[in-house]
């Protein structure tokens, strides 16, 4: 019982992190990368598609990314979908390839993409201590249950807390990165 509760909150705390690292590549920063554009969506056919089913992604510098539609007409709904998106982006449509420059990221935007960042990371940590709390809990229940001994529930919540301490450690590594990332020129 005690190894199952301790795995399941070890994979819960692997999804917050992957959660994380989702939410942080979705943040510009001043350099193109095939990921930004994943959570677009397409009008395809009057439904809502994810623009990686409609287009091909590339990269054609390090500030340029290039959007080849697999039909000729998809073109304008694809420059319209990145163009309303929230990134900020102007796309330019050539003809066959749709060119979205990544404009440079001034000083005071640096800084609110930092604070953002700061934000997600916090929101998962407050995830991963949630995680712990609930674990906690489901030991104090099997003590009361008399399922576990005190010392059991006592090794078992240091065990958690460990695995709490790792999974926020990699949150501050991930987070240090992406700030790292941001505040490059």
Do not use: F
Request: charged share 35%.
């Amino acid at each position: 019982m005690i190894s199952d509760l301790k795995k399941t909150t070890e994979q819960k705390m692997q999804k917050s992190i992957d959660a994380l690292k989702t939410d942080l590549a979705k943040i510009r920063t001043g350099r193109a990368h095939t990921g930004l554009l994943d959570h677009v969506m397409v009008e395809y056919y009057g439904s809502m598609v994810p623009i990686n089913q409609v287009a091909n992604i590339t990269l054609i510098d390090a500030r340029t990314i290039g959007v080849q539609t697999w039909e000729k007409p998809m073109l304008g709904k694809v420059e319209k979908a990145i163009r309303d998106c929230d990134l900020g982006l102007n796309p330019a449509n050539m003809g066959e390839i749709i060119r979205v420059p990544m404009p440079a990221l001034t000083e005071e935007r640096r800084r609110d993409l930092t604070k953002v960042v700061r934000q997600e990371g916090e929101t998962a940590k407050v995830a991963v201590r949630n995680l712990r709390r609930d674990a906690n809990q489901h030991l104090k229940d099997a003590v009361k249950d008399k399922t576990i001994s005190e010392d059991d529930e006592r090794r078992s919540q240091d065990d958690i807390q460990k695995l709490t301490d790792k999974y926020v450690a990699e949150i501050d590594k991930l987070l240090a990165q992406k700030e790292q990332e941001l505040m490059q020129i």
